[in-house]
DNA sequence: AACGTTGCCTACAACGTTGTAGAAACGAGG
DNA sequence: CCTCGTTTCTACAACGTTGTAGGCAACGTT
């Protein structure tokens, strides 16, 4: 049996809006009466109905998550950190899957966020500027790059130089013939676009030459799509020294692929990722990676969501930035 | 700004309660009053107010998938099954971490089912069956088999068989020095008490020895402790030849350890996990495994709860099993 | 013509909570 | 003893939705 605040007045001998105010810590309540109020919720096990405090408040204290896919272990790491930090403001987060698709993420940017969660933490792959234009209502921070210029708070980390860096670590080992994996159309991935801009860079910086064979797509960022795409590298015939994955795990999916095509990581070819997910720390090589401080970014997308919340809500946009760092381990070094 | 059924009916000349009919789908709505509801709700973008409608009706239309960690592979491919298995009866999941903590899930089961979801799909590592006791109300199902003869329905897969059958195949491979990893003390994990008792089991039935030094503990069941119970049972001097991981994980960090002593996998040493994650199937040496068909398990937890959101709340709580096979790869396979 | 049936629609109340307004009790100061 | 301010508490309305009860036409049947 579900109780509510009339049968916690009825037994405290009450009105229900003393009870009320006892639960919220309003201060002037006498003593006694605060006591036997208490008494009365804990002997019923009184728990407050949130969705009808929501109706009267307009608050749920639940935020939202929504990540394309949880099984993709950067997002499940992210969300850790999300849960993390919202626990500092009281707030219960709801983590929801998109799929990545353009559809799904547009169903879940306007239709979780109706009435049901206080504000929305986002991370689209797909979404374009046009289908958040039409949100109104609902704070959202959004993660990443992909909506360009669009009208909400973001956390972003600087994908072009962390690219670079990495790249340039390659460089820097005396690899000359770098390939690339995880590009993607334009239209798709804003992230694979900047990293790819960043490859770009040091190899430029350092007088090498930017070659298309060495640039391989993939559709999804998964362990397989790494693993085509470095087979692939490797019957075309292009031969290279070293491999720069726009993620772990495309990392971890072409050093399968070069195990199984008999070449030595790092003497034959070097792989980094980005990322820094937990399986690169206990790969075989553990690998090198580019290290977004994920803690910050959640920390960061929480914060701008409280200030949306609590704040201006016609407040311009800001944009904010979380470090990296480059961990080096066995998949550039000889041991 | 916001819209409600109040606006939508003005806009449409009917009253509000002729909205919500046509919302839901009622029947009797003539087509061009239909139409003209339909166009208004366009317009003003309306959207219904999930907690109101709660509020009206007892259901949100939400179920929550609660886990200990999202970070351990397992857990996240879990979810996205039980999301996807939820989406067949339209209802969102909301992805609750717990931490694994006694006290912390505590308070999700008595806490987040506060009026704010439907049911709760549950994944307890250290909850008791008193902890269960206490709470009436919203439906839950839970998974594994952590609360003995608790009052709740659950899905559970065969432990105790699967543990015996990858044990059986090791013995299969000429083995005769079995490792176990991942123990855990009796009140901690009644998976690892029973993945241990197939283990022994399986020792049995091939005339082998049950010897407490291959048997490592592990507090947490990640790559971390997973190595530094290999490192153990490496430098104790007990020398195994193969070592059954209680789940991939687990796996994952032992074979870290083997490589890093300079034993070869399966040739010195044969993994076995427990799980199948994806890292398994792009790790190095691939890894054999115990598949649980997480499809299955989520299906049947999801029917589960719809069955007792419509049915009757009072009937004698169900269990049901989930099937499982053995996927054998690289780590016990010469190639 | 009178009647019942059906289709379509509306008014009202209620879900459990909290903000507002104000009443009752009390103490201090004149 | 009266007045005033403060403390403590209560009654009422409202948040947005849907179930219930019922009204009004239009129709077919007697």
Request: proline content about 5%; some cysteine; charged content about 25%.
């Amino acid at each position: 049996m579900r109780h509510r605040l009339k049968d916690v007045a009825e037994r405290a001998g009450v009105s229900v809006k003393t009870v009320s105010n006892v639960v919220n810590g309003y201060v002037h309540v006498r003593p006694d009466t605060r006591a036997r109020v208490e008494e009365a919720i804990a002997e019923l096990n009184y728990r407050p109905n949130l969705s009808a405090r929501h109706l009267r408040k307009g608050r749920t204290g639940v935020i939202a998550l929504a990540v394309p896919e949880l099984d993709i272990p950067y997002f499940a790491e992210l969300a850790r950190y999300v849960v993390t930090a919202a626990a500092d403001f009281g707030w219960t987060v709801l983590i929801d899957q998109t799929g990545g698709g353009r559809e799904q993420e547009r169903v879940v940017a306007s239709g979780i966020t109706d009435h049901l969660i206080d504000g929305l933490i986002f991370s689209p792959l797909a979404l374009t500027a046009e289908d958040l234009a039409g949100l109104d209502g609902t704070p959202m921070v959004l993660l990443g790059e992909r909506v360009d210029h669009g009208p909400a708070d973001r956390v972003v980390i600087d994908n072009v130089g962390a690219a670079r860096e990495i790249t340039a670590h390659l460089v820097g080992l005396g690899r000359r013939r770098i390939a690339a994996i995880g590009s993607q159309r334009t239209d798709e991935g804003a992230s694979a676009r900047l990293r790819l801009a960043g490859y770009a860079d040091a190899l430029r910086a350092a007088g090498l030459d930017y070659d298309e064979a060495l640039v391989a797509p993939a559709p999804a960022w998964h362990r397989a799509d790494g693993a085509a795409a470095m087979r692939g590298l490797l019957t075309s015939g292009v031969r290279p020294d070293a491999v720069f994955c726009f993620n772990d795990t495309l990392a971890l999916g072409a050093l399968r692929a070069l195990h199984e095509a008999g070449l030595r990581v790092p003497e034959d070819v070097a792989v980094v990722g980005f990322d820094d997910i937990e399986d690169g720390r206990f790969s075989i090589p553990t690998l090198s990676t580019v290290a977004p401080d994920k803690a910050q970014i959640a920390r960061l997308a929480v914060e701008l969501l409280a200030n949306r919340l609590d704040g201006d809500r016609t407040a311009p946009a800001r944009e904010l930035s979380a470090p990296y760092r480059l961990e080096l381990r066995e998949s550039t070094q000889t041991p």
